[in-house]
């Protein structure tokens, strides 16, 4: 576990970091070069400040005005090294910088002060420690040569030519000595430790995002065991429906048949009433086995038990049996119900009797929801690249959806009303086996309606078997 910092760390850290760009900060590394950036700045500006008594005590003339000039123009040209920091926002430009202007300076005080008799020259040393901690490792080597050629031509001025002026009084360099000698180890010493305390900030991050990780890691592993579980349980209750759909129909149909019998019994025998009675008895049975077929064919489906049985016939076909076999019930709501399809006939090899399904699905509800209205089934085809698909559009002019129903409406046992005192009658299963039988054909199921002005249902579906069985993009409404 790192160590806790100390309360004044923590205080220096963040004046140190007061104004800087947030972005600099969230990056570990970039947050260490910046607070050395800072911290090599304000100890130059600090030397600089302390060297001005030294120079004034030590120099006289025209030395002390060049030294006056070089050690306050050092300082100044330091302070951009912050500015640029925050100015860029990351910390290379101002590490070059601040190295730049430690080294002008160094070499300016040591041809000065006697070259390599200087006591100031050994500061060179530090200058590529300084780039590669604040601009990088790269800024470090070139650095380094800087220093190096830096190193020989002191030499060479100093041992070939004359070119180097002697500003300082030589007797009073125990003072000078003393003081860069005490801010060079107060400086490099300040700056190992912040970057200690920067090192010791980025592990206590690092663990606190490990411990998250590792809590994260749990919540995904009770997860996946949840949703195993309603796996499970889903494929248990789809058993279930299935099982218990086939066991009622059984008697149900038995039900029909002798109800059935009755009604021919009854016409036989002359007996209006009681045959009005076991028409009705036959129609509420027949509307129940409806209702178990939904049930059965949704528990099928998604048990993955339902095949499919592809032919290849005219889709068209199809949607006009559908609107046959409904028009009494379009005629008993005052609907005009009608099919537009392509002069040409359209092919695809689907399976007919679930694409029978889910029209007669979407024109039942289309007929229901519409009353003294239109009803218009859309047949056309639609070809995107080499692909073929079937597109069936189911048009009215109804109550409409409000916008937020929209992708509800496709759950099982969902309905916009599902209240006690509801107008429309249903299950809420129509659409959502809709949807299943469209997928397992490779197509896809969407709704376009504007609440109160009508909907439009719109089934894609690809003319021939697709490789895979997996839905293709979601359906347009045209
Ligand atoms: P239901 O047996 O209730 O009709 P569906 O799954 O077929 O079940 O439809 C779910 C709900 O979607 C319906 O209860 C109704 O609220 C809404 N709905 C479906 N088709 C239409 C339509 N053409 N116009 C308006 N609402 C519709």
């Not at 000698?181 to 200690?196: F, K, P, W, Y």
């Not at 579980?229 to 789809?238: D, H, I, L, R, T």
């Not at 009622?248 to 036989?268: C, F, H, K, Q, S």
Request: net charge neutral; proline share 5%.
């Amino acid at each position: 576990m790192a160590k806790r910092q100390p309360t004044w760390s923590r205080r220096l850290i963040a004046l140190l970091e007061r104004g800087l760009p947030p972005a600099l900060l969230e990056d570990h590394e970039m947050r260490r070069r910046a607070l050395l950036i800072e911290g090599t700045a304000w100890l130059v500006v600090l030397a600089c400040a302390l060297t001005v008594p030294v120079i004034a005590a030590t120099t006289t003339g025209l030395g002390r005005v060049a030294s006056l000039a070089a050690d306050v123009g050092t300082l100044l040209l330091t302070l951009v090294g912050p500015w640029l920091l925050r100015r860029r926002g990351t910390p290379a430009a101002a590490g070059h910088w601040i190295t730049g202007c430690v080294f002008v300076g160094t070499v300016y005080a040591v041809s000065t002060t006697g070259a390599f008799a200087s006591p100031y020259w050994i500061l060179l040393a530090i200058v590529p420690f300084l780039a590669a901690q604040m601009a990088g490792r790269r800024a470090g080597h070139l650095w380094g040569a800087i220093c190096l050629v830096g190193v020989c031509a002191l030499f060479f001025a100093a041992h070939f030519t004359n070119v180097l002026p002697q500003f300082h009084d030589p007797d009073r360099y125990a003072t000078t000595t003393a003081i860069y000698g005490a801010m060079t180890i107060l400086a490099v010493h300040g700056l190992s430790h912040l970057a200690d305390l920067a090192k010791d900030e980025a592990i206590a991050r690092a663990e606190a995002a490990a411990a998250q990780l590792e809590h994260a890691d749990l919540e995904i592993e009770r997860a996946r065991i949840l949703a195993q579980q309603a796996v499970a349980a889903n494929s248990a209750k789809s058993a279930f429906m299935a099982t218990m759909s086939h066991e009622l129909r059984t008697p149900l149909n038995a039900v029909i048949g002798y109800a059935e019998m009755l009604v021919e019994d009854a016409d036989a025998q002359g007996l209006p009433d009681m045959r009005d009675d076991l028409v009705k008895i036959v129609g509420a049975s027949q509307h129940l086995l409806g209702l178990i077929d939904d049930v059965l064919d949704l528990s099928r489906v998604e048990a993955t038990k339902l095949d499919l049985q592809r032919e290849q016939f005219a889709p068209e076909d199809v949607a006009r049996e559908v609107t046959e076999a409904l028009q009494p019930l379009a005629r008993t709501r005052g609907n005009v119900l009608e099919v537009r399809a392509p002069a040409d006939p359209l092919r695809a090899m689907l399976d007919r009797g679930r694409l029978r399904q889910v029209l007669v699905n979407l024109v039942g509800n289309a007929l229901k929801f519409t009353a003294r209205g239109r009803v218009t089934v859309h047949v056309r085809g639609e070809e995107v690249g080499p692909a073929r698909f079937v597109v069936f559009a189911v048009e009215d002019t109804g109550i409409g959806i409000r916008e937020g129903d929209h992708r509800r409406i496709f759950e099982p046992f969902t309905q916009v009303d599902s209240s006690p005192r509801r107008r429309y009658e249903g299950t809420g299963l129509g659409l959502a086996l809709c949807k299943h039988l469209v997928e397992m054909m490779g197509g896809s199921i969407g709704v376009r309606s504007e609440f109160g002005r009508g909907s439009v249902f719109t089934v894609r579906l690809p003319a021939e078997p697709p490789a895979r069985a997996e839905p293709v993009k979601p359906a347009a409404a045209c």
